[in-house]
């Protein structure tokens, strides 16, 4: 049983459906049958993005992933209106038909709201209002980082969201100057705690601090372009999607790196303990296994390691409580910044973020824990229907 970061009971505080502190791969429609293979185990599940704006192919997975794969594991579809040349606002009204074939799927309702931006409040109560008169709908909210880090802007989305009282998912731009990337997770530990469901989708590593801190469920994407969620600067050309190239997850790096990149780092660093991999797909074997693999299978190969790395990282950094998950995360963002120095790997800022996002421990805090989050069955939040 799930227990507050002040050791009290929650109950079903961090479920939310089916969902449980899942892990999710977040992957594009065409990606669904690699991703399914390696994510069908307790503890994970999928968000499925669709490509290019044909929703129709999306639903279509999905069904086969329900009454063909017969896939069991939570699964969200993900329209991504927020996203591209062609996004949508915060202000578009949701896709009835969208809304209803989710629906028949059995699967929860994720809104295909449109793109919130900074400073634009009427777009951000639009999104959770329109949600929670659905009934039993998660409400997208795919946001500019300010809403995060501005105090002010913090302060009223916490309160936006707990008034109107449905779960959201949060979709995070990555914050460019002026606004503070750490004040951004700062931010986001503060939503986290409220008195509502969060999820946070379309995220990099950073879903396994957001796990620990009280997510019901947070996604990583299965390639870079999926792994955030790019700004499109006034007046500048939309960010070109990067080619996905194969890539390997570090674990001890808590980072991704191309299959080129490792094999170059093995030879280098032979001995340096980071390469020795216990997941079910190398068996204790060291990555040079993998690299040393044939074209045609490698890159399943790494996909398949990463995933296990990924659910294995999920067990150890979601644990009953929040304060010391949090801790564990910021103790493993330094030893993997660390790493990364050791090898001469670029540095990854998202690490140096969650390190000075966390607080250290303290005697008075270790003793006078504080309470992280009320209880959501017993509050005043309202039930949801999930299929
Ligand atoms: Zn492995």
Not at 371 to 383: C, E, I, Q
Request: hydrophobic content about 40%; overall charge positive; aromatic content about 6%.
């Amino acid at each position: 049983m799930a227990r507050y970061g002040n050791g009290q009971s929650t109950g079903a505080a961090w479920r939310i459906g089916d969902l449980d502190r899942n892990l999710l791969l977040q992957c594009r429609t065409s990606q669904v049958t690699q991703a399914v293979q390696a994510a069908d185990r307790t503890g994970s599940g999928l968000v499925v993005t669709v490509e290019r704006g044909n929703l129709r192919a999306c639903l279509d997975r999905a069904r086969h992933l329900r009454e063909v794969d017969q896939y069991r594991q939570p699964v969200l579809l993900d329209a991504a209106r927020y996203a591209g040349p062609a996004r949508m606002p915060a202000s578009a009204p949701f896709d009835d038909g969208w809304i209803q074939r989710q629906r028949d799927l059995g699967l929860p309702v994720l809104t295909d709201s449109g793109y919130l931006a900074a400073g634009d409040t009427a777009g951000c109560l639009g999104i959770l209002e329109r949600a929670a008169r659905l009934g039993d709908a998660v409400a997208l909210l795919p946001m500019h980082a300010w809403w995060l880090a501005d105090p002010s802007a913090r302060r009223n989305l916490v309160r936006y969201v707990e008034v109107v009282g449905v779960p959201v998912a949060v979709i995070i731009e990555r914050p460019v100057p002026p606004v503070d990337p750490v004040e951004t997770i700062r931010g986001l530990l503060q939503l986290l705690g409220c008195a509502v469901p969060v999820l946070v989708l379309r995220a990099d590593l950073s879903a396994l601090g957001a796990l620990g801190s009280g997510a019901v469920a947070a996604a990583v994407g299965t390639e870079p372009a999926l792994r955030g969620l790019e700004p499109c600067r006034p007046g500048q050309p939309w960010p070109a999607p990067q080619p996905a190239q194969p890539a390997v997850l570090i674990r001890q790096c808590l980072s991704y790196q191309s299959l080129p990149s490792v094999e170059a780092a093995l030879r280098r660093h032979p001995d340096n303990g980071m390469w020795g991999c216990g997941c079910s797909t190398c068996a204790g074997r060291d990555l040079t296994w993998l690299v040393n693999q044939p074209d045609g299978v490698r890159g399943r190969l790494a996909f398949r390691h990463s995933v296990d790395v990924l659910l294995a990282l999920r067990a150890e950094v979601s644990g009953p409580s929040v304060q010391l998950n949090q801790w564990s995360w910021r103790a493993r963002c330094a030893t993997a910044a660390s790493r990364l120095r050791e090898v001469g790997w670029e540095r990854l800022p998202m690490l140096t973020h969650w390190q000075e996002a966390i607080s250290m421990p303290t005697l008075s805090r270790l003793t006078i824990p504080a309470p992280r989050r009320p209880d959501f069955v017993k509050g005043r939040a309202p039930s949801y229907r999930f299929r």
